[in-house]
């Protein structure tokens, strides 16, 4: 109840603020950026001062029940603001969305307590990825299925076949073989091996190695600079496949089965990145360069991920 007293207000008039500013000019003013961390700076720094006075009976004691909470995750929510502070900077380096949306996310952040993230599954020192997965899921979504619904409508059915299949020969029979070979080993290698590292090196790396879904967010991000990087590392792969080889064996034979799954996993992953998005990238592509502006306003997406990740 307290967070919602505190925070929730400022988010709500935030996000209104931002959106319909983001839709009118495709502009968002730095003095709500500022007010917004400001803000959230001020209320943390009050329950510090407010803890101390009731820890030396200047205040009542009860009202440590009240400010515990935030004082308690204070070092988990520094870290996750730094980590969202270089998530959003990566994100308008390799141009996903623009360099107010970035200052926006990083608002968010701050804004939404580390408490507030119920439904957090991979570690707190990033719980603001959930935060990222509600702003970038349904917007994908929702200009996904626009642009496919723009192509039937315009488009005849033997055209997008056409347009389809062009994709899947560039893709698959007039490119180079062996370099998409290259590919699809390198990322493979690429998710297999830090599973593999989480699992041996749990216990021990924990809190430093990422999460699977953060891994997935990176490939995507770099998914051209990574390709370029396999498609000249022909030593390299194969080196690491050589070892990888042993390693497989050796769990296979010794796990039953069960690494196969993992295997398996990574290899979905793979099929996804490479072949999959993009596909729906050249889907989505085609329908924003005939029917919107340049800049596409993205605040009201990340007012509804702020949002969904509050009250979920």
């Given at each position: 109840m307290i967070y919602t007293i505190i925070f929730l207000p400022l988010i709500c008039y935030l996000g209104l603020v931002t959106s319909?500013?983001?839709?009118?000019?495709?502009?968002?003013?730095?003095?709500?950026?500022?007010?917004?961390?400001?803000?959230?700076?001020?209320?943390?720094?009050v329950a510090w001062l407010?803890?101390?006075?009731?820890?030396?009976?200047?205040?009542?004691?009860?009202?440590?029940?009240?400010?515990?909470?935030?004082?308690?995750?204070?070092?988990?929510?520094?870290?996750?603001?730094?980590v969202s502070i270089i998530v959003a900077y990566l994100l308008w380096h390799f141009k996903l969305w623009g360099a107010g949306d970035a200052k926006l996310f990083i608002v968010?952040?701050?804004?939404?307590?580390?408490?507030?993230?119920?439904?957090?599954?991979?570690?707190?020192?990033?719980?603001?990825?959930?935060?990222?997965?509600?702003?970038?899921?349904?917007?994908t979504l929702f200009f996904f299925f626009r642009s496919l619904a723009y192509l039937i409508m315009t488009f005849k059915f033997s055209q997008i076949m056409q347009r389809f299949f062009g994709l899947i020969k560039e893709r698959l029979i007039s490119s180079n073989k062996i370099q998409i070979c290259k590919i699809l080993l390198g990322f493979f290698l690429f998710f297999l091996i830090f599973r593999i590292l989480r699992y041996e090196l749990g216990n021990l790396f924990a809190k430093i190695l990422p999460d699977q879904n953060i891994i997935v967010l990176l490939s995507l991000l770099a998914f051209r600079k990574l390709s370029n990087v396999f498609k000249n590392s022909k030593k390299s792969l194969l080196i690491v496949s050589l070892i990888l080889i042993i390693y497989i064996g050796f769990k296979i034979v010794n796990s039953q089965g069960e690494f196969i799954l993992r295997i398996g996993?990574?290899?979905?992953?793979?099929?996804?990145?490479?072949?999959?998005?993009?596909?729906?990238?050249?889907?989505?592509?085609?329908?924003?360069?005939r029917t919107t502006r340049k800049t596409t306003p993205f605040a009201h997406w990340m007012f509804l991920g702020a949002l969904i990740t509050w009250f979920i």
């Open positions: 319909h500013g983001d839709f009118l000019s495709s502009r968002i003013k730095n003095k709500w950026i500022l007010i917004g961390l400001l803000y959230s700076f001020v209320m943390y720094l407010v803890c101390i006075c009731a820890q030396k009976e200047i205040m009542h004691p009860k009202i440590l029940d009240i400010v515990l909470p935030l004082v308690w995750n204070f070092d988990k929510w520094c870290i996750n603001l730094l968010y952040s701050a804004l939404i307590p580390i408490g507030q993230y119920r439904l957090v599954y991979f570690n707190y020192y990033f719980a603001s990825f959930l935060l990222l997965l509600t702003i970038f899921i349904p917007a996993n990574s290899f979905a992953m793979v099929i996804f990145i490479v072949i999959a998005f993009p596909i729906i990238k050249r889907i989505t592509d085609i329908y924003i360069q």
